[in-house]
Every structure is written in structure tokens, then in C-alpha cells.
């Protein structure tokens, strides 16, 4: 019986999904496994399989298309058989009854689907890494790193081809350094035959690294050269999406950003106090990023201006903060939400904020967590930035830049004395809010992050 | 004035050059090949490739002078050397034409000269040959070596007059000389002294170390040495020639001054790179007691500039080279590739055959490397006893404890040369002892001797 493929739902939010490549085509003959297509929602990428065996009868959209969620993409049968009944909008043949029932037999299939990764799945080190029992099979026969695999199947999942991917850009491993490497913190570069790992690259990791470099630096622009001056690769549609948020937020809005900064002293203590007693106490590795949201979530509800959605004709301000929180992975800038930040505890927060930031980087975050801010923090501090201007994710109202700590100087009763200072930098929309409300956000957070031992008694 | 500008000029056309213009054309650059000689250089020239079809020869005649240890009785057995000489030019003629061939297929354009580096123009590095300039972006020098001459009194007199010759011209003399004297008893020593022995001349090889063949493994080396005492050469080691008169070598040993008689004296001490003349300066290619210094992607100091082969003076051999070339262009190309030296393999064709690759008991030792050393006479072959009469061949292996992989493998014994490369691969790929035991050989071999080893360690 020939059965329709429907674009899956991934989260509640998602309405529809970017169908990005195409794996099969009219007429092709498919195996159950067998990957059809790949699609994109706003920030994550996944890929379906077949569910059944049988030909390609008919494809109803083309790459680049937007479909809507549980609509019918293709249909897999037998030659011959009627596909008229799954033409999406000919769906008027359908009885709406039977459609249902349809998109509830989807729901079951795509979570039996889901929940299949995790069970059979061998867990690696962290026991999070997903991948199939096939990839993982040829993995270990090639002694592959599946820490280098970039995961394309559905769910964040390693998929053969995957592995067979890494197999052709020589992320290998001798069997004699295999079991040393995997213990290894940090992946090195293998320069044995066809770039695997050898014992050698094992015992020197460093100079390892630096002669990679190197390889880098004078071997590519001579490598350019002879092909081509500069390598053009087509925009992931996660990339698309940034840039197109990016302009808006910068084209359509007032931005101007305010630059404040303050006493860091009794955070940094705080910081060192927490770290020392983590273990004692059960609590998480707290993060000064973990206590600046911790202290905007607890400043802003004061500053509804600054925890709102800018509309154009209204403006939505919210009575919890979801704190959007920017995180920095491979496919690029990610954004999720941690919902009502202002009513959790400090090690809660720096909890789920590392939750939230490693589920993107593993590309398992759920679409819906991706959205619903109010509010966003950034933090360059690391990087040792010292101002800067970030940009509003429209239709917030404004966004807290971090910026590193540095030791400062001041006066106090004729005496010098060093202190460690750091500066924050807030963007915020001039359309929803005027300058001193923004500035007295800035003032309330400065004190309240000075005090911060007042703050947390509260 | 210069209407091509070429991606990539080779210097040299021996294995390493040949192999690096064979390697960039096939991938589409546009290459200009220069050699001043022959195509495919020393080695298919003057050395590996001709010296094979001479030792292939003078091991017949063993055979055949020995056949009746196996029931084959022959009589009058004797070398034709002007026959022997005219096949090797043959065979040189029919691989020559092969390289030729390969440069067409491949769209490299040889130009037949000495190609001389003039400098930089806007467009790259400037090469002359005749009166021509050419222009690329990039150089690949592949000028490979030349033998050692030391400033022995007599020897470069010797050389003018025909007395004294290196390897290029005892391969087209045209009698065997009753008395051949041979300077250097490394790999070429050994192999010229192998088929003069075997064509009939007295041969005395005077060597300043106290073993013969080099580096190899002293244990095999002297399983080497005693065979060839066995066959009647005369080996003077720990020896340093002070004097070649007009028939006579010269030499010190601990006992005091000798001398033996020589019809032609074989000079074969060594070889070193060759880079007179070639105009690196003009363009500050950094060298090194001759050697052209290079990175592990073959790249000198300039960049863009290539050296391959023998010319960087790492590891003379032509399939180092040839390895270099691929290594070479494969970064040209952009794809990332570093070049290993640790699993080279050497082979000597002498009768028996030396095959060795990775350290050695005497290396791993210098080293301070954590190894456990074992090794089998190659009597536990089966074909090896049916095959032959002498039977001291052996095998060894030199393993690192450490992750249970292969450091050096060495044999001595018939086809040596033609399994080592097996024993490269398994320390290429780094296999453990464990893995090598799972492979299955082809029985009867003497190769099978890899497998039994392994369960000795």
C-alpha cells in the first residue's frame, strides 16, 4: 500500500520546515532506513528516513521549499499505484476524519523514531554522543573518532554515512594508539597513514598541533593558489537565518548601547567562595555568567521597558524573565531560553544554562527552547572583550553585553587602591525605551551586582 | 618574453622529479620537466634498475654453476658480460621510454637541458636552460646526488684515465676485470662486488667501518659478510685507503699499511646531494653541508620552493623519493600530507637478499626505546628449506613493548626484498602483534615466517 512521508514535527512551535536537500527521486527504490531528505527549522538541522520499503512514487516539493509541518512530502509504494489521494491540498479527497487519524499515526512513528537513538544507541564516553548500532559497528572495524563525526541523522544522530564521511577525511586511529587516544581530552591531529592517529602524534600532541598549524598557514594560501583564490560554500540555512534577524534587528530598530561598569570584587569572592564549597554542597560549577543572569532576572521585572516585545503598534512586557542566552557553537550563534529565570535559584540557573548551552552544541536542542526571550545576555568577557555593541534579537527590546574584568584604580580617603572592575554593555531599542529608563536599569544592576550577598538574601 | 607561465617546474628528472611532475600534471597543473641526462635519473639509469638486470644475471649463473646441490648438473657455466651489458641497456632503454611516456600521458613538457635558477619576476621563480627562460610559481628541485669523490692522492687521476670508476661507469665496462678493488662496502659496494664476484673477477672490498653494509642490522650484516667471504671476496675492514696508484689501492689498517693489486677500482663510498651551479642563491634556498634543508612538507625555506629525492640528503633512496614527490605536490594541492620516515624499507640484492625496515637492535638501543627483540631462522618456512641449500637465513623483529607494534623488521634469504614491504605496511599502519597474528599468509612462503614470529613475541 503506498504510504505518504510527512514533513515531521519537530517541537510544538514549529509550523513548518525548510526541506534542504533531496537524497532520492522520483522513481528511486528505497529501503526501509534509507535516507529521504534533509530539513531545517529555524536553528536545527535534521534528516528522514523511510519508514517503509518501496519506490519513490511522487515528490511534492523541491529543495528550498517551506513546508508545513505534517504535510505529506512524498509517497512510497508500489509502481502503479494511486497517489492522488496525497496531493497535499488534493486532500479534499480525503475524509478530514481519516487525515487525522494520519497525522496521529505520524506523532507514534516519529516518537518510536526518537526514542529508538536512546535505546539502542551504545553510550559512548559521556554517554551522550547518538549513534546508530551500524555506524557505530563500522566506527570500531575502521577505528574511527565518532567525536569527529558531524551527526546528520535525525535527532543529532550519527548515521553510517556519517562515519563514512570521517572515514574519507581520515579521521582515523591505529589500533595501537586507539585506546590511549580515546582517552585523550582533547582530539589531535593524526599524520600517519591517511591521517590516522599514530602512537607518535600520541606522545608528542603539541608539537602535533603546532606543525598542523603550520600546515595551515603555509601550505593552504600556496594550496589556494593553485586552485582557486577563495573557496565559495553555500549558506546553511542556520546561517541564512542569523544573517536575516542580524540585518533586520540592525536595519529596523534604534539601537544604542550604554556602557556602565562596576565593583567586581564581591562576585569574584562569591565566585571563589562557590567553587571551593561546590563539592561540599552539591552545587554546580556557577559561572560569573550564571550570576549576571541570576541579578538582571532579579533587576528586570522593575524594568518592564527592558523584559518586553516591541510589536510596532503594542508592546508585550512580560511578567517573568526568559532569559535568552547566547551561546557560541559550530553551525553558529544559538540563542535558547531559560524560562523564568527570575524565579529559580542561582545553581539552578547555572544548571540548565549549561544544559541549554551543551544540547546546541550537540545540535539536540529543541526548536521551542530556541525561541520565547524576553530578554538576552552575551558574554565576550572571555575573550577579554572591554566594550561592545551587541545586537537585539528583535522583538526584544534590548540585550546585556558582558565584558571582561579588569583591575582598575581609585581614590579612597588619599589612599590608591587596585580593585578588580568589570563593564557591561547594553543595547537597547530607543523605539521602546528612552535613554534614562535604560540607564537606571544600568545603575539598579551595578548596585545590585556590588551587593550581590543583599541581592541573593532577598 | 616568456608567454607560459607554468604552475609548477621540476628539476631533475630521476624518481623523485619524474614522480612530482607525473603526480601535479595527472592532477591538472600545468608542469615543465628539465633533466640534463636521461629521464628517470641515477637510479633507472646508472644504479637500482640496471645494477637488477646485471645481479639477476651473475644469480643464474650461481644457480646454474651450483645446480648440482639440486640434481641439475651443468657444465662450462660462464658469464657473457658484453651479453649481460647489452641486455641492461635494454632494459634501461625500455623504462626510460616508459617514463617518457608517463610525462606525455600526463601533459608534463621535458625539456632536455640543464636547467640553471635565475631569480624572481613578478610572475615567480625564473629558470634558464640554453637560451631559453621559463617562468612558474612554483619549483620542485629533484637534482639528486652524485657519489662521494674523498681527496684520496691517485683517485681523481685514477678517475680521469679510466682506472678509478663510480657507479655510472663500471655498469658499461665491457670486460670483467681479473682484479676489481671496490672503496666502501655499502650497498653498492656489496652489489657490484656480488656480480663481479659471481662474473669471475678477485674481489677485495675495503671498508673504514668494522662491518659492512651501513646501518643494516649487524647480526644480518654479518650473516652477509660471512656469505660473501664463503663465495671468495676478500673483505678488509676497519681499513681507510690512503693511496691509489696507477694498479694498486692503498691502505691503513690497525696492522699497519697494505696494499692489494686492482685491474679497476670501484669507488662507492657514499653519495652526496647535488646542488653546484643550480642558482639557489639567487633566490636564498637554505642549504646545509650541500643539502637542500626541508620541512616534513617538503618545502625548503622559500616558499613555493620543493626539494625531493636525494637533494635533501634525508633518506637516499628512489622510493623516498618517490614518497617525497607525492608528499610534495599532495601540499601543493592543498591536501594535508606530512612525510614519514620511519617505515622505509631498504633492501640489498645481493644473494641472499637483505630486507630491512624500521630500527634496528643497534638503533632502538640508541634510542633508550622500551623493545623486545626476537627472530627465527628462516628454516621455518617451508618453501625456504625446499628452495634452498644454504640455510642460514633468518628473521627479526624488533617490537615496541609499549603498544605491542612492530619497530623494525630485518631478514636475510631469498625474495627479502619482496616481503619487506608486508612488514612496512604493518608499521605504517602501526598493527599489533595481536593484528598481524589474525592476517592470513599464502602457504608455502618464506613470507609466512612474519606470521610465525609473531608468536614468539
Known sequence: MATPVVMPRQGNTVESCILTQWFVKKGDKVKEGDLLFAYETDKAAFEEEAKVSGTILEIFFN???DIPVLTNVCVIGEEGEDITPFIPGGASVKEPEEEKKTEAVTEETTREIQAQPAAAAPNADDGRILISPRAKNLADKIGADIRFATPTGPEGRIIERDIRKLQQEGYLVTSAAKEAYLNLDQPVPGTGLGGRV?????????????????AETIQKPEAEAAIADYEEVKLSNIRKVIAKAMHESLSQMAQLTLNISFDATEILSLRQKLKANAEKLGLANITLNDILIYAVSRILPSHKDLNAHFMGDTIKYFRNVHMGVAVDTERGLMVPTLFNANLKSLNQIAMETKELANACRKGTISPDLLKGGTFTITNLGVYGIESFTPVINPPQ?????????????????GVIEPYMSMSLSLTFDHRAV????????LKDLKEALENFSVLLAK | MVDVIYDLIVIGGGPGGYLAAERAGHEGLSVLLFEKRALGGVCLNEGCIPSKALLNSAKIADYAKHGSKYGVNCENVSIDHRAVVKRKDKVVKTLVAGVSMKMKKNKVTVVNGEAVIQGRSADGFVVKAGDNEYVSKRLVIATGSVPSMPPIPGLHEGYRNGFVLTNREILDITEVPEKLVIIGGGVIGLEMASYFNSAGSSVTVIEMLDHIAGPTDREISTILLNNYRKKGVDFRLSAKVTEITGSEVIFETGEGRRSVPADKVLVSIGRRPFTEGLGLEKIGVETERG???????????IPGVYAVGDVNGISMLAHTAYREAEVCINNILGKRDKMRYNAIPSVIYTNPEVGCVGETEESAKEKGLDVEIVKLPLTYSGRYVAENTELDGIVKVIMNKKYRTLAGVHMIGSYASEIIFGAAAMIESEMRVEDIREIVFPHPTVGEVLKEIMWEL
Open chain 1, 63 to 65: 529543495e528550498g521549499d
Open chain 2, 291 to 301: 643539502r637542500i634543508k626541508t620541512d616534513e612538507y617538503m618545502q625548503t625555506n
Open chain 1, 434 to 441: 528612552d535613554g534614562a529608563p535604560a540607564a537606571r536599569f
Open chain 1, 198 to 214: 599514530t602512537t607518535a602524534d600520541l606522545s608528542s600532541p603539541a608539537v602535533a598541533a603546532v606543525s598542523a598549524g603550520k
Open chain 1, 397 to 413: 527590546t534590548a540585550i546585556l553585553g558582558v565584558n571582561t574584568t579588569e583591575q582598575k584604580f581609585r581614590e579612597k580617603d
